[in-house]
């Protein structure tokens, strides 16, 4: 049974090692080497064959020596032509049968399994491709949600729906809450009364987690005066409601540094 095998090398060209030719046509490697290398330049005339590729590999030898051994990769028009110079004595007629079967099982494969690869690799590709488009599209739902949810917290519904084109929506400012703080003296007397927001209601509104994150906001755009401190029958603090406008304003430009809200 002979054992001649032939590679895939790139570009999809087939070919046999010099080695194996040898061992199969019973002659050192040498010596077929010797012959490729001899008709090589007649070979590289012919546009249809081409030039012999040849490689080397550095190895040690038993003695620690270390010697370099070279081959041929021969394409099946190469290989045919090389052995035709031999006569066809039994092992000669045997390799070339073997050479040739080789070749063909191998333009088998290529017709056959090759094409099914790549059939099946388009299909892998058009899968991931299909699975990135979902994964964007479940992104990007996902952040038109979180900002359908800040449009809503700090505009209402009527307004979103107006962004959405629809026309009938009705824009109403979300209502404002005032609380009055009143400052009384010992006895319990009115002494002043205060009209604002508390930091705890502004926090809310601009969809910050606490009163303090509202006070950070305040102190990066120096804007901290804009809370003022009051009494009642505890002490509080609180923002005017003739700031409310323009601390709309600000938040809605996105101005200070501030606690941004999901989807920003």
Wanted: proline share 4%; glycine share 6%; with cysteine.
């Amino acid at each position: 049974m002979s054992l001649l095998t032939v590679s895939f090398r790139g570009n999809g060209v087939i070919v046999v090692d010099s080695r194996l030719v040898a061992f199969e046509l019973g002659i050192q490697h040498k010596n077929f080497l010797g012959t490729i290398e001899k008709y090589n330049s007649l070979m590289t005339l012919n546009p249809e064959m081409g030039a012999v590729a040849f490689q080397t590999r550095s190895f040690q030898t038993k003695q620690g020596n270390v010697s370099v051994e070279r081959w041929a990769w021969l394409t099946e028009l190469q290989a045919t032509f090389v052995m035709t110079l031999s006569r066809n004595t039994e092992q000669v007629v045997n390799c070339k049968l073997a050479l040739a079967i080789a070749f063909e099982k191998a333009k088998q494969m290529i017709k056959d399994i090759i094409p099914a690869q790549s059939q099946e690799i388009e299909r892998l590709k058009l899968e991931l491709q299909v699975a990135q488009a979902q994964t964007a599209a479940a992104q990007s739902q996902e952040r038109l949600m979180q900002v359908k949810s800040a449009i809503v917290t700090m505009h209402g519904a009527g307004m979103l729906g107006l962004i959405l084109g629809k026309p009938e929506a009705i824009v109403e400012q979300p209502p404002i809450v005032v609380e009055k703080n009143i400052l009384v003296d010992k006895a319990g007397r009115p002494v002043r009364t205060y009209e604002g927001l508390s930091k705890t209601k502004l926090a809310r509104r601009y969809g910050m987690k606490k009163p303090q994150d509202l006070v950070n906001w305040l102190q990066s755009m120096g804007k901290d005066h804009f809370i003022q401190p009051a009494m009642t029958a505890a002490p509080c603090q609180f923002v005017p409601f003739e700031y409310v406008p323009e601390l709309d304003r600000l938040w809605a430009a996105q101005r200070g540094s501030r606690q941004r809200l999901l989807g920003e």
